[in-house]
């Protein structure tokens, strides 16, 4: 959890309403058969749960779609209609139909939605058939989110994923001939996987005929099963310059195939959600662990279900909250639409201070590029060493 | 606890007889300071409730690392067969660096007691001072600390002093400060064998300054031992060296806080304020007279501090630089023997090059400047000074390595030291290897008692300011200590080695090492270097060089990914946090050209420690 301060007892925070935002929901499904060794996402398996029942954890959730019509009126927030929806997890797909369904008619019950809507939800190809899908359908899903990180078995093993390769292909098809959106996640940088691998993969992944992937480098966390690996020497390092390559042949074979890249881990066309959050817009994380922005406030959940749930019951499951002052609001709009293909704001820079030699030698070494309507945003390599920039901005801007 | 003396005796009106003054000699972590905190209690000048740990020492860093830097001397008082005496306890500095400072503490004693750890013997630097102690002619009590230890081997020690000062293991006092055993005993046999001071009453007032510190409120706060004559509040008083005069505002004992008198006579020991700012206007050794009745002959002993090692301070933050001088110019006020005077780099910027006693002294300097004055600094590479004769015969005294002349070079004179080092008998081969990749030459080895023994080697004192107490440390797993005294100049075969990042030379990573060491040097560095400068944006060469002729080089590749894959609503703030701690670190980055460097590199790039290799770059 990130330092904040305390929520206040009387769930009272003091909020200048953005009134251009538009309103997004995520919803976090805390729960998976088994947890992956490269994973540290707020996530249990039935073993870790402390009583908690995954049967009838909507009902706290749609407890705190309740709770957040209610504060949102107390902190004068206008009431405006979903504009997309998110489950993640965990694993959402481990959830019924049924439940999900009872989400997200609270949630239309209490906000409404826009027109075109979109309700994407995260699943993983083994708990996909044709019935769920039918009935998650119906319930008002429109996009899934697969997880299936990669087609070549070997690495599927060392990061622990369970599914086959014909399940995805199907569970694919499927979701396709259903009239759903698709993306499928990969995942690139497995210890041992090589280039020729991960373009297996892509190839693989192009051929499924989605609208969308993401694709990720494996962040080796502290504490998972896979960094002790590596610190026993069971398994070999990331090497973040094969990495380096591995994303430039994504980028080409993507482009190819065309899904034109347009945030850095993002190809094709694009997810409303995803953009809500780096454009900063207000969103209510629902769930354990769940975080939410609304009005230049972040505030986040207790994370253990357990916690979450006995929280709740005494009034709000939030654990903590900051208020982004205007300098952080601009520092994050920099770290955040930088990796984005639309860019920043050429004004932006000088808000922020950053000198200007700082932003000319970038461009003239190729890492920045001037693009249309007065932005600038990344070039390909740039997209690669965005952090570095946007430190070396920060730290030498003249705040 | 109370006091054994009922009323202590006044200031300027005690008889030489009944005035005792006496140090404490002894290693770092034998307990000097905890033995001290007993004897104020004992004597009741420190009552148990105000009591703390190492009373006397008053600087933080002197707490947290154990040692006593600047000396002071406390007035206790004490009952021996129904007199009353005043003691006055003189602490000394315990470490090598200082010990000119050491000299002056202990001439102004007539004993010192000898304070050995009862687990760990005697160390080379305790052995050090007793001899300045005995060529003070004082006398000498041997006391074994830490009794109460269960690693205690008082026999053994006992046995080990009385061969080094004569006399009886018997007489060896056993105490412990910790739990006050043995103190008042000890008390009892100060008064007993240290001689009452001497001098005469009715010449002109000479009193020989052992230490002065500087007090923001107070000035310069100078410490005295009245050899003759008196000295009064509202005197004239005239310093023998400088002869500058200063109006006397106030004298006085510390007991152990200051208490002003109505002067101080024959023997005694105090303080003294002028209201002077700066402690250059009262150096150590220096003696105090009248303006009025002056003496003619100033007390022996005086000479002024050298420097022994040169490094060059700088701001990370160029825009520090006014900061960083009114830092050292305030540092200045209370410690005589830091010199410096401007310097630039062409890596580095405007910074300082500082001379000190030695490498403790730096160390303490450098951490003073960073914690009082909130600077971050880069200190390069410690050196030396070079006596360079080029070709058409002129000399040059290089205390940088920037500074070593282009061109034909005649001959290189450099310091020279004597070093001893004690140790016990199984770790001598592993010293003497050492002592020889350090350039050394033995002058002698000696047993002391059946397993320790004394090694005295003549050694290039470029050698040793650097790790060679490090090692030292570690090849025998912390038994050996060291000791060493400046032996003049010797010629040495060297050449100035220099380092280039991106074709451009980094002068604060030049050095000056000898022929045979060049290339090893060279190429240890640049390893280093590359291990230690994190990847850029862009390819960094780096080249060790002597003259025109590159003798290695090491490249740190471009990073081509620095981008976190996920970013997304939980992950924006803990995005941002490491944002925050990245902004922090880079604030310990100097730019040398285009290339990043951590502070860090300044100092371990040239430290002999192996570079790692299993980290991929």
Not at chain 2, 65 to 85: H, N
Request: aromatic content about 8%.
């Amino acid at each position: 959890m990130p330092l904040g301060l305390s929520w206040p007892g009387d769930n009272q925070l003091k909020l200048t309403p953005n009134l251009s935002a538009t309103f997004h929901a995520y919803v976090h499904i805390p729960f998976c058969a088994v947890r992956c060794g490269y994973c540290d996402f707020n996530t249990y398996t039935s073993k870790e749960l402390r009583g908690v029942s995954q049967a009838e954890f909507h009902i706290p959730l749609i407890q705190e779609v309740n709770l957040s019509k209610k504060l949102l009126a107390q902190w004068e927030i206008p009431a405006r209609k979903l504009t997309t929806i998110f489950f993640g997890g965990g694993t959402p797909s481990m959830f019924e139909a049924s439940q999900i369904s009872q989400i997200l008619d609270s949630l239309s019950e209490y906000f409404g939605f826009t027109d075109g809507i979109e309700i994407t939800l995260e699943a993983n190809p083994e708990g996909l058939d044709h019935l769920k899908l039918e009935e998650l359908k119906a319930a008002g899903v429109n996009r899934i989110s697969l997880g299936v990180q990669s087609f070549d078995q070997k690495v599927l093993d060392v990061l622990d994923r369970i599914h086959s390769k014909d399940k995805v292909i199907a569970a694919v098809k499927q979701a396709r001939e259903l009239g759903l959106r698709v993306s499928v996640d990969l995942i690139y940088g497995a210890p041992g996987e090589t280039l020729e691998s991960w373009k297996r993969t892509l190839e693989q992944a192009i051929e499924l005929g989605v609208e969308h992937v993401s694709a990720y480098s494996l962040i080796i966390e502290e504490g998972t099963a896979i960094a002790r690996k590596i610190a026993r020497g069971e398994l070999a390092e990331v090497d973040e310059d094969l990495n380096a390559d591995k994303y430039l042949l994504t980028e080409e074979l993507l482009g190819k195939a065309g899904l034109k890249n347009y945030e850095v881990s993002n190809w094709g066309n694009p997810s409303l959600h995803n953009q809500a959050y780096w454009q900063s817009q207000d969103w209510w994380g629902y769930g354990p662990g769940a975080h939410g922005h609304i009005s230049g406030a972040r505030f986040w959940n207790q994370k253990h279900p357990a916690t979450y749930t006995a929280a709740l019951e005494k009034g709000s499951p939030a654990a903590g909250f900051e208020y982004l002052d205007e300098r952080t609001q601009l520092e994050e709009r920099l770290l955040l639409m930088l990796r984005t293909s639309q860019g920043v704001p050429r004004s932006l820079f000088r808000e922020l201070g950053v000198p200007t030699e700082l932003v000319a030698n970038a461009i003239a070494s190729g890492l920045l590029e001037l693009a249309a309507n007065d932005q600038i945003k990344a070039t390909l390599s740039g997209r690669l060493l965005v952090d570095g920039l946007v430190l070396d901005f920060l730290s030498k801007s003249q705040a | 606890m109370s006091p054994r003396a009922l009323k202590a005796l006044v200031p300027s009106q005690t008889a030489p007889s009944q005035i005792r003054n006496f140090c404490i000699i002894a290693h770092i972590d034998h307990g000097k300071s905890t033995l001290a905190d007993r004897m104020l209690q004992l004597t009741g000048i420190v009552s148990d409730r105000d009591m703390r740990a190492q009373y006397l020492d008053r600087m933080d860093i002197e707490r947290e690392r154990g040692i006593t830097i600047k000396s002071q001397a406390v007035r206790l008082p004490w009952e021996f067969e129904g007199v009353t005496y005043a003691m006055n306890m003189i602490d000394t500095p315990g470490h090598v660096d200082f010990n000119y400072e050491v000299s002056r503490s202990l001439a102004a004693c007539e004993g010192a007691v000898l304070l050995v750890d009862a687990a760990q013997g005697i160390e080379a630097q305790t052995l050090a001072n007793l001899y300045l102690a005995m060529e003070n002619d004082l006398q000498i009590i041997p006391v074994l600390n830490k009794i109460d230890l269960p690693a205690a081997q008082p026999e053994k020690y006992a046995e080990e002093l009385a061969s080094l000062i004569g006399g009886n293991p018997e007489d060896c006092l056993r105490v412990s400060g910790k739990t006050g055993v043995g103190v008042a005993e000890l008390l009892d046999k100060i008064v007993g064998t240290v001689p009452a001071p001497v001098g005469d009453a009715n010449a002109p007032a000479r009193a020989m300054i052992f230490d002065s510190v500087y007090d923001s409120y107070r000035g310069v706060v100078t410490y005295v031992r009245m050899i003759d004559g008196t000295l009064h509040p509202r005197e004239q008083i005239q310093m023998m060296s400088t002869k500058a005069v200063h109006e006397l505002l106030e004298i006085g004992v510390i007991a152990p806080e200051p208490e002003s008198t109505q002067g101080l006579s024959v023997g005694e020991v105090g303080y003294l304020i002028t209201g002077v700012k700066d402690v250059r206007q009262s150096k150590v050794g220096d003696t105090v007279t009248t303006k009025l009745k002056p003496a003619t002959e100033a007390l022996k002993g005086y000479s002024e501090p050298k420097p022994m090692v040169f490094s060059g301070i700088y701001p990370i933050d160029g825009s520090d630089y006014p900061n960083l001088r009114e830092a050292l110019d305030k540092l200045r006020l209370s410690d005589a023997s830091l010199v410096y005077e401007p310097e630039t780099s062409a890596a580095l910027g405007f910074g300082f090059r500082c001379g000190f006693l030695g490498l403790l002294h730096l160390e303490i300097i450098t951490e003073r400047l960073e914690r009082e004055f909130n600077l971050s600094l880069i200190a390069t590479s410690p050196s030396v000074v070079y006596k360079v004769t080029v070709d058409d015969g002129s000399q040059h005294i290089v205390t940088n390595p920037s500074e070593y002349p282009e061109g034909k070079i005649r001959e290189v004179q450099e310091p020279m030291v004597k070093a001893t080092i004690l140790s016990p008998k199984d770790y001598v081969g592993t010293i003497m290897e050492l002592c020889q990749t350090k350039r050394g030459n033995m002058i002698d080895m000696q047993y002391l008692g059946e397993d320790r023994v004394q090694l005295r080697y003549k050694l290039p004192l470029a050698e040793i300011v650097f790790d060679f107490f490090d090692q030292l440390k570690s090849k025998t797993q912390g038994y050996a200590s060291l000791d060493y005294e400046e032996d003049g100049y010797a010629e040495g075969d060297l050449v100035k080695v220099d380092l280039l990042l991106q074709g451009e030379k980094v002068d604060a990573f030049s050095s000056i090492v000898h022929k045979d060491k060049a290339y090893a040097h060279g190429t240890r560095i640049a390893a280093k270097l590359r291990e230690l400068i994190p990847r850029q944006q862009f390819e960094v060469p780096i080249q060790a060089a002597v003259g025109a002729r590159i003798i290695a080089r090491e490249t740190i590749r471009a990073i081509r990914k620095d981008v976190l894959a996920k970013c997304y609503g939980g992950d924006i703030s803990r995005k941002r946090k490491l944002l925050e701690k990245q902004k922090e670190g880079k604030k310990r980055m100097k730019m040398v050209g285009r290339v990043e460097v951590p502070q860090e590199a300044f100092i371990s790039a040239l430290s002999t420690e192996e570079p790692k290799t299993d980290k991929k770059k």
